[in-house]
């Protein structure tokens, strides 16, 4: 049985707008799982321009799940946007130098980004510092995401507000247990259809297996 491998940039035949994320990251403080995938028809491997203030004296990660489904123009801002605001001024006088190199200037990290398994985000969506993206959630086009995202819900707007949950929370619970994403590709490929259907049936045979 042949699977796709998230080794591969361009997994779809003749397809160059389209790779599988982790294939296309260089900073070590950005962290992708296996087969999420990126969109973009100018440039998918250049990724790394939309995560932006990204600075490596600020300590934060962009942690990316596994499954996930990022389209074009999706930006990142991280915690090297911050500006000190306990002052009269925002202005990062320190980070200029020379004789302002003594300045204080205390930003406030807010952590890292994180976002789950199996999360779609949409076209020119915006994801603040330090929000956290549950599993299975949903974020519309253009949204800008300010504080987090439970686990399988939509959320869209600016700022991005909850429309609705996908399932009830019988089913997110059942899907949150199944961990789907982790399962070996061997036993992925038997039981995807029941995933990509939504067969509350076959999903609650295969927990009763665990």
Known sequence: MHHPKATDPFPIKDVKRTG???NFITSPMIEVGDF???D???DVQNFERNVL????FMGDKLIIGKFCQIATGVRFIMNGANHPMEGFSTYPFKVF???WSDIPMNTTSKGDTQIGHDVWIGNGATLMQGVNIGHGAIIGTGALVTKDVPPYTIV???PAQLIRKRFSE???TKLLDLK???WNLDVLAQRASAIATGDIEAINQYLSEK
């Open 156 to 158: 869209g707007g600016n």
């Open 53 to 56: 203030y990204h600075f490596e």
């Open 170 to 172: 019988e089913i997110i």
């Open 20 to 22: 599988f994320l982790k």
């Open 36 to 38: 999420t995938y990126y």
């Open 40 to 42: 973009d028809p100018d």
């Open 180 to 182: 789907w994403w982790d």
């Open 97 to 99: 130098g020379n004789s």
